[in-house]
């Protein structure tokens, strides 16, 4: 089995067990939604993405859009259940939430759970199917395998700072643009993390001090920076750790920023529906943010130009990658 391969066969085996689990439970899609499933398909996710970039682009992109879909409705059930649980605790929007949010939860666990009945989720055709169509893929050697593993990050970053730079991506605007930065951001992340080992940290004690605050405790020790032992006759993908950790904290950092604005804007939301001008309602809700909403813009637009152009984290991330593809061409 090849190093490509076992990276899947990996996630594939959780996904597999987690789905036979739900398939003995009477509420499928919830239960499914409870198991925390969505990190394992976006690691799955997450791969076919990459090599649908280095590898075959039809086989890759039709599975990535199958585990999508699958992720795109547990990622909307996360949202509303969030949502539903704070804005209950609001008494003047407590009924609106329950009617809307409520209603919203339980459309979307509905769907989940046809999903999984009639595509073949949990009868386990579909992990058939995708086992079998990786089996029979024709895939290339290790030492190429690595070498597009590398590109698939390095170009993932390439794209992602042109188009910051060009001002294709607007971080004034919450979905357009500091959503789907930090989307593509985390997609890096979840790259190195979904390697099984080929990517390594390279630990350094010597960096700036503009690096320090992203080698905060909390993100030295979040699960996408810890990474399983290099596989046996491979060259790992060295980054040096500060870097990496640049990456994981400015995700971290932009998710705040992010959360804050699609809770403000349900928040109006559900104050429009129920007619609800109380100040002391605006107060509670502001009370609740780390940051004012007007503000979240200004500070990801201050975040992401630091990290690009003044601490030069993203041209050392690439760098590192660079100097990985320099040595195996």
């Known amino acids: 089995m090849t190093l490509a391969q076992q990276r899947f066969s990996f996630y594939n085996h959780q996904l597999i067990e987690l789905l036979q689990a739900t ?14 499933a969505r990190d394992i398909i976006f690691r799955i996710e997450a ?8 590898n075959d682009k039809k086989l890759f992109d039709y599975w990535y859009k199958e585990f999508k879909a699958l992720e795109d409705t547990l990622g909307a059930m996360d949202h509303y259940e969030a949502m539903l649980n704070e804005f209950v605790t609001y008494k003047p929007l407590k009924k609106s939430a329950e009617k809307i949010l409520g209603a919203q939860l339980a459309s979307e666990t509905g769907f989940l759970n046809d999903v999984l ?39 993932e970053l390439q794209k ?22 930090r989307r593509r951001l985390r997609w890096a ?36 920076n810890q990474f399983p032992k290099a596989p046996k006759n491979s ?9 990496l950790y640049s990456l994981s904290w400015l995700i971290a950092y932009l998710g705040e920023l992010k959360d804050i604005g699609i809770r403000y804007e349900n928040f109006h939301a559900l104050c429009d529906g129920a007619g609800v001008r109380d100040k002391k309602v605006t107060e509670q ?14 500070l990801a637009e201050l975040a ?26």
């Open 23 to 36: 398939s003995r439970k009477r509420d499928k899609g919830m239960s499914f939604y409870k198991a925390k």
């Open 47 to 54: 791969l076919c993405r990459l090599y649908r970039d280095v």
């Open 117 to 155: 009945h009639s595509s073949g989720w949990l009868n386990g055709e579909k992990m058939k199917t995708f086992t079998d169509a990786l089996n029979e893929h024709g895939w290339s050697s290790d030492a190429e395998d690595s070498f597009d593993y590398a590109e698939g990050i390095l170009n």
């Open 160 to 181: 992602l700072e042109e188009k910051y730079r060009s001002g294709e991506i607007d971080l004034t605007l919450l979905e357009e643009g500091l959503h789907e930065f």
């Open 189 to 224: 992340s979840i790259y190195t993390a979904s390697s099984n080992g080929l990517v390594q940290l390279l630990p350094t004690k010597m960096y700036g001090d503009e690096f320090k605050k992203y080698c905060a405790k909390e993100v030295v020790s979040s699960p996408f």
């Open 235 to 243: 060259k790992s993908i060295l980054i040096q750790s500060h870097h």
């Open 285 to 298: 809700f502001l009370a609740s943010c780390k940051f004012h909403p007007r503000d979240i813009s200004a």
């Open 304 to 329: 992401a130009d630091n990290f690009i152009h003044s601490d030069n984290a993203m041209e050392r991330l690439q760098r590192d990658l660079l100097r990985y593809i320099a040595k195996e061409e």
